[in-house]
């Protein structure tokens, strides 16, 4: 099983970046895929899931201005980030597992792909 996180990268705030993870070795659709982020000194956090019914749920952090998306048939989801903050910089994990903010419900994880913010 692999998650690959792509498309981090540096921008200036009010910018926008989308984040790709592409799945193998899984059938993405049969689990909930999350995104979450890692801020240095602070704890993982979860802030965009889908479960297997298409339901996406955001944290109160990114709502509104994040977006996350799957394709299925490329089993493949995508998290689209408008109007960056500063506080957005962390390096950001795509997961495979069950519905929940905890990364404990989380069983399969990607490297993560940094973003900052400035």
């Known amino acids: 099983v692999q998650l690959v996180e792509s498309g981090g990268g540096s921008v200036q705030v009010g910018g926008s970046l989308m984040l790709t993870c592409a799945v193998t070795?899984?059938?993405?659709?049969?689990?909930?895929m999350a995104w979450f982020r890692q801020a240095p000194g602070r704890e993982r956090e979860g802030i965009a899931a889908?479960?297997?019914?298409?339901?996406?749920r955001y944290a109160e952090s990114v709502k509104g201005r994040f977006t996350m998306n799957r394709d299925n048939a490329k089993n493949t989801i995508y998290l689209q980030m408008n109007s960056l903050k500063s506080e957005d910089t962390a390096l950001y994990y795509c997961?495979?597992?069950?519905?929940?903010?905890?990364?404990?419900?989380?069983?399969?994880w990607g490297q993560g792909t940094q973003v900052t913010v400035s």
């Open positions: 070795g899984l059938p993405s659709s049969y689990y909930t």
């Open positions: 997961a495979a597992g069950s519905m929940s903010w905890a990364d404990t419900a989380y069983k399969y």
């Open positions: 889908v479960d297997s019914e298409g339901k996406i």
